[in-house]
């Protein structure tokens, strides 16, 4: 039973154009979202984060937003880069240390 | 300044045969979690720790897995008797968060054990 589901295993975009993730979740109780990036061999590692008092988020290149109500979150990356291209977990949490991740979305952003 | 610290990177062992993974927490966190990575199931917590006490293991698939947090500095996870199926990437990672839980606290990950099980 996933309760945080990721349903597009990859995604390629072109350099510079916008890169859209999407994550839903069926957990009501879920406040605190997160996004984390994973090279390989590497562990992942933190991106960006969103409560579930606001809809937006915004840093740098990133934006997450939520929509509470279609239990829904996307991650945007303007403008996409060759760096950017990496396996990408939403995860979502109750208020809590557990975080409950989906099964990634790889990017690869073409040069 | 060192990560989270994580080894052996890679572990091949046939089943049937004792798996010993370790993980060395960033210094100062009082918050460890093991995770498990397949991809089926993407990232799964196996067990979570906080000032070395196990608080949550409710992720650890059955008895053949164990883990164990003797100091701040050191954590295992051990599967005894290891099966084909137990093949995955385990993942440490530490925080600075409560007992209780604040899910704000960033959890810092390890770079992972891969474990084939053959």
Same mark, same amino acid.
């Given at each position: 039973?996933?309760?945080?589901?990721?349903?597009?295993?990859?995604?390629?975009?072109?350099?510079?154009?916008?890169?859209?993730?999407?994550?839903?979740?069926?957990?009501?109780?879920?406040? *605190?979202?997160?996004? *984390?990036?994973?090279?390989?061999?590497?562990?992942?590692?933190?991106?960006?984060?969103?409560?579930?008092?606001?809809?937006?988020?915004?840093?740098?290149?990133?934006?997450?937003?939520?929509?509470?109500?279609?239990?829904?979150?996307?991650?945007?990356?303007?403008?996409?880069?060759?760096?950017?291209?990496?396996?990408?977990?939403?995860?979502?949490?109750?208020?809590? *240390?557990? *975080?409950?991740?989906?099964?990634?979305?790889?990017?690869?952003?073409?040069? | 300044?060192?990560?989270?610290?994580?080894?052996?990177?890679?572990?091949?062992?046939?089943?049937?045969?004792?798996?010993?993974?370790?993980?060395?927490?960033?210094?100062?966190?009082?918050?460890?979690?093991?995770?498990?990575?397949?991809?089926?199931? =993407?990232?799964?917590?196996?067990?979570?720790?906080?000032?070395?006490?196990?608080?949550?293991?409710?992720?650890?698939?059955?008895?053949?897995?164990?883990?164990?947090?003797?100091?701040?500095?050191?954590?295992?996870?051990?599967?005894?008797?290891?099966?084909?199926?137990?093949?995955?990437?385990?993942?440490?990672?530490?925080?600075?968060?409560?007992?209780?839980?604040?899910?704000?606290?960033?959890?810092?990950?390890?770079? =992972?054990?891969?474990?084939?099980?053959?």
């Amino acid at each position: 039973d996933q309760q945080v589901k990721q349903n597009s295993p990859s995604l390629s975009v072109q350099e510079g154009r916008i890169s859209i993730l999407n994550c839903d979740y069926t957990n009501s109780m879920f406040d *605190y979202f997160l996004w *984390y990036k994973k090279y390989p061999a590497e562990g992942p590692t933190f991106l960006i984060s969103i409560s579930s008092i606001k809809d937006k988020n915004e840093d740098g290149r990133f934006t997450v937003f939520l929509n509470k109500s279609a239990k829904h979150l996307s991650l945007h990356i303007v403008p996409s880069q060759p760096g950017d291209s990496a396996v990408y977990f939403c995860a979502a949490s109750a208020g809590t *240390y557990k *975080y409950i991740f989906g099964t990634g979305t790889r990017l690869k952003v073409l040069a | 300044d060192a990560g989270v610290i994580q080894s052996p990177r890679h572990e091949v062992t046939e089943m049937g045969q004792e798996v010993t993974l370790r993980c060395k927490p960033i210094s100062g966190h009082n918050s460890l979690f093991w995770y498990r990575q397949t991809m089926m199931r =993407g990232l799964e917590l196996l067990i979570y720790f906080n000032n070395n006490v196990p608080i949550d293991d409710s992720g650890m698939p059955e008895d053949r897995f164990s883990a164990k947090m003797p100091n701040a500095s050191f954590s295992t996870l051990k599967i005894q008797p290891s099966e084909p199926r137990d093949s995955a990437v385990y993942f440490c990672a530490s925080s600075s968060g409560t007992s209780g839980g604040d899910s704000s606290y960033e959890q810092y990950f390890g770079p =992972g054990t891969r474990l084939t099980v053959t």
